[in-house]
Nanobody, 122 residues
Framework: QVQLVESGGGLVQAGGPLRLSCKAS????????SGWFRQAPGKEREFVAA????????RYADSVSGRFTISRDNDKNTVYLQMNSLKPEDTAVYYC???????????????WGQGTQVTVFS
């Protein structure tokens, strides 16, 4: 089992940056891929970004590519999502996810965090 706890959400003005963190605990000695999803009010949860255990391979949704950067520090068991040039449409609850497989972490991850709210105002 892997437990995930997100932090870093908040209120930010459009155009500004925000960095989310996801701290993992539990079975962190096994390699796992990590990802971020988001869910806006009245919408389905959608994939945002994913990263392999090594950090070499990353994937992004088209809507955030070029603005968001996913990274990880395995020594700290932490994954980050640096969000720049934020837009009001980025407002959502952001969820951290983990799975042994990079393909699955972007689609049907085994583990989820509780989520952190990001609100972008114009």
């Amino acid at each position: 089992q892997v437990q995930l706890v997100e932090s870093g959400g908040g209120l930010v003005q459009a155009g500004g940056p925000l960095r989310l963190s996801c701290k993992a605990s539990g079975r962190t000695f096994s390699p796992y891929a990590s990802g971020w999803f988001r869910q806006a009010p009245g919408k389905e949860r959608e994939f945002v970004a994913a990263i392999s255990w090594s950090g070499i391979t990353t994937r992004y949704a088209d809507s955030v590519s070029g603005r968001f950067t996913i990274s990880r520090d395995n020594d700290k068991n932490t994954v980050y999502l640096q969000m720049n040039s934020l837009k009001p449409e980025d407002t959502a609850v952001y969820y951290c996810a983990a799975d042994p497989n990079l393909y699955d972490v972007a689609r049907r991850p085994d583990y989820w965090g509780q989520g952190t709210q990001v609100t972008v105002f114009s």
